[in-house]
């Protein structure tokens, strides 16, 4: 994740009181293993609208393993936050994305909103939902 934009992003989710912008922050500097101790044993990452992400994993080994994947098949990615709610275990955030994919250097961008639910104050669910913007 390009850092300048992981700092925005970070600063724009750090009103949710949660662990949310320590597990970014990690996701960013490619600490994926780190990021995965913020997370529940039975943590459940699931995405949908990026063809070459798409998919469901359930557990903390197989989530580092997809989150290693999915970002490292992208670079430059470039994500703007619009709008993000935090109510009890649930936080919200709408974003868009830009970013290239390395293996053929063809650009991609998207508008998502992602749904972040806590168990303990881990993460415990993580549903992203996006288009072609």
Do not use: C
Request: net charge negative; hydrophobic share 40%.
């Amino acid at each position: 994740m390009n850092p300048e934009y992981a700092e925005r992003v970070i600063a724009d989710v750090a009103d949710t009181s949660t662990i949310l912008p320590s597990v970014i922050a990690a996701i960013a500097a490619g600490k994926y293993t780190e990021a995965g101790t913020m997370m529940t044993d039975d943590v459940i990452l699931e995405i949908r609208g990026l063809p070459r992400m798409n998919g469901t994993w359930k557990g903390r080994d197989a989530v580092v393993d997809a989150m290693r994947r999915n970002f490292g098949m992208v670079r430059d990615q470039r994500p703007t936050v619009e709008a993000t709610l935090h109510q009890g275990y649930t936080t919200a955030i709408l974003f868009q994305e830009q970013g290239v994919f390395t293996d053929d250097d063809s650009p991609y961008s998207i508008r998502a909103v992602m749904w972040v639910t806590y168990e303990d104050g881990y993460i415990h669910r993580v549903e992203e939902i996006g288009a072609p913007a």
